[in-house]
């Protein structure tokens, strides 16, 4: 070793205690940086369920009544973007400014975001930044309201729709989502829905089975005791949609984590991730094997449908389970959806795309089997929080959807709906070559 290397090692030496000192002084900043990553990465995968939503009801719809559909999709996200920002994120999570404690937050409380270029020093570094997490959560309120567009396609009027969608992205759904993820009143009792079966979905379920109920059924649905069945315009597009949503849940359960800074943390997000693919998929061979048995032939929108109540079963415990766990929860989503599509249509509900079977029915067998795997879940606890967001999403969509029915009226003419929506309330064809010939 010569002169320079022993000059340079006493340097390093003479600096070490200082470099330490340093350290213990700065704040860690990795959990806030690592935290707000994975609700960026999560919330653009979320937003890409926009997509999977438009294009699962454009393929499962008729070919006259698809335009109506993309427009609903593009239209109650960005309906959802301006009231989640005007008085739904700070409803949904009030902090310390609760109007009604444990159950309403204040209202018209605007979201405001952090000054460009914050220091460190003045950074909330337990936590992530306001940006990434309003971005997040509002990806869930839009998928919420994506639930709603499918169940009552091909007969809704576009106006009352957009106008419901306001109500439910604005105030209701945040103030429901309060009770449990703003830690109200279900939070403290201990309620538990890790990434939303109940919170998300079962409340979109909700107020789709209030609407389809004001609604009514499709002319010709239901005719002489019979169900006619009125295939979509585009499977090959449902199928699509499948697998983006299937794609944007990894972001939904995987970002619910809600924290990335530490080895564990980032450790338990990859389970969420391999445990809500083996639920899509146990739930998808479910419905395989189920249509195969009972109609001698697969039905693919069961197989479809039944990929995405595997999803909503585990989303109330992506985490806990094992990957067979996973794999049987997501099973009986599966088994769920196939013998609910039928029982909707023998009480002549109609649902156009079997969103009420599998966000509805499988969202409240996902919650439920969150005890089975979280030991500090209560059957009971878990059943009160089910009835709880049922009773006041179905009583207030039902009076809401009442209202709008006597005021402007929700549902197109017969004439229009024998027509198709996309040219008579539009004017536009999403296929105008096929229909001219």
Avoid: C
Wanted: no cysteine; glycine share 12%.
């Amino acid at each position: 070793m010569n002169y320079k290397t022993l000059i340079s090692a006493s340097a390093g030496a003479a600096l070490l205690p200082t470099f330490a000192l340093a350290q213990d002084a700065a704040p860690d900043i990795q959990p806030y940086i690592l935290t707000t990553l994975l609700f960026l990465v999560g919330g653009f995968l979320v937003f890409w369920m926009a997509a999977g939503f438009a294009m699962l009801e454009a393929g499962l719809v008729r070919s006259k009544n698809v335009t109506m559909q993309l427009t609903k999709n593009i239209a109650l996200f960005s309906i959802a973007s301006i009231m989640y920002w005007l008085i739904g994120f700070n409803l949904m999570y009030p902090g310390d400014g609760w109007w009604v404690s444990g159950w309403m937050g204040p209202w018209f409380s605007i979201t405001a975001l952090e000054p460009v270029g914050l220091a460190a020093a003045d950074a909330s570094l337990d936590y992530a930044s306001v940006g990434s997490d309003f971005f997040f959560q509002l990806m869930f309120v839009a998928a919420t309201a994506s639930i709603v567009s499918g169940v009552l396609a091909e007969r809704i009027k576009l106006w009352p729709f957009l106008i419901f969608v306001t109500v439910l992205t604005g105030v209701m759904y945040p103030i429901s989502g309060s009770w449990q993820w703003g830690g109200g009143w279900l939070s403290e009792m201990g309620f538990s829905d890790f990434a939303g079966s109940t919170i998300v979905h079962s409340v979109g379920g909700w107020a789709a089975l209030a609407g389809a109920l004001v609604l009514g059924a499709r002319l010709g649905k239901y005719k002489d005791g019979k169900v006619i069945p009125m295939p979509g315009s585009n499977l090959a597009l449902a199928t699509l949609g499948t697998f983006i949503l299937w794609l944007g849940w990894f972001g939904f359960n995987g970002g619910s984590q809600l924290a990335a800074g530490t080895v564990g943390d980032i450790t338990d997000i990859s389970r969420i991730f391999a445990n809500t693919n083996m639920a899509a998929a146990a739930g998808a061979i479910a419905a395989l094997v189920l249509t195969q048995i009972m109609y001698k032939k697969v039905d693919l929108t069961m197989v479809l449908n039944g990929a995405l109540a595997g999803l909503v079963s585990i989303t109330a415990e992506p985490l806990a389970p094992t990957l067979f766990g996973a794999l049987w929860i997501g099973a009986v989503g599966g088994v769920i959806v196939v013998f609910a599509v039928p029982f909707l249509d023998k009480l002549k509900i109609d649902d156009v795309v079997g969103a009420i079977p599998v966000h509805l029915f499988a969202g409240i067998w996902g919650t439920i089997a969150v005890v089975f795997y979280n030991g500090d879940a209560s059957l009971v606890t878990q059943i009160t929080g089910i009835i709880a967001y049922g009773v006041f999403t179905f009583v207030v969509s039902y009076i809401l959807w009442m209202v709008l029915k006597g005021v402007m009226g929700i549902r197109v003419s017969e004439e229009a709906e024998i027509q198709g929506l996309d040219t008579s309330e539009l004017g536009m064809e999403a296929y105008p070559d096929f229909s001219k010939g």
